[in-house]
């Protein structure tokens, strides 16, 4: 192989390492991110209370119900009224919890379509686009 050749070959290999160590990089920051995000999202409780107070409850990230506080007001209520008043708002709580996890998630889903697949690179290499489906469509879901 002549120098010319050899030459751009190690340059052409050179470009490519570039690429995929500022890839991995960016990857672990990333990561790093997402590990925030969870954190945040595993200590996260909303609390939603029924119209006229004398309903509370409080759910996490997933929306799942943690907490409820009845007033004696609400006990005053029918079971089908008070029934209804907790679902009304363990139902606002939780889609409040859905917004707030898609809001805390959508950073790390957008920053991901702007980042190169591997296989961008290196046409065998893994493809990662099932990594920023997973995040795009559940920001509430851990890997």
Not at 28 to 34: A, C, T, V
Not at 60 to 71: E, H, K, M, P, R
Not at 118 to 131: C, F, N, Q, V, Y
Request: net charge negative.
């Amino acid at each position: 192989m002549d120098r010319w050749k050899r030459e751009g070959l190690c340059s052409a290999n050179n470009g490519l390492r570039k690429q995929v160590e500022q890839l991995i990089d960016s990857y672990e920051e990333q990561q790093d991110r997402l590990t925030e995000i969870h954190r945040q999202l595993d200590a996260l409780r909303l609390q939603t209370r029924s119209s006229d107070g004398s309903v509370e409850v409080t759910v996490d990230a997933n929306g799942v119900l943690t907490d409820l506080s009845l007033t004696p007001a609400a006990l005053r209520r029918t079971a089908d009224e008070l029934a209804r008043m907790i679902v009304q708002a363990t139902q606002e709580a939780a889609r409040q919890a859905r917004e707030h996890s898609e809001n805390a998630a959508a950073p790390v889903a957008a920053s991901l379509d702007d980042e190169p697949d591997l296989s961008d690179i290196m046409g065998e290499g893994p493809t990662l686009r099932d990594i920023r489906e997973f995040f795009r469509d559940t920001g509430t879901s851990t890997p």
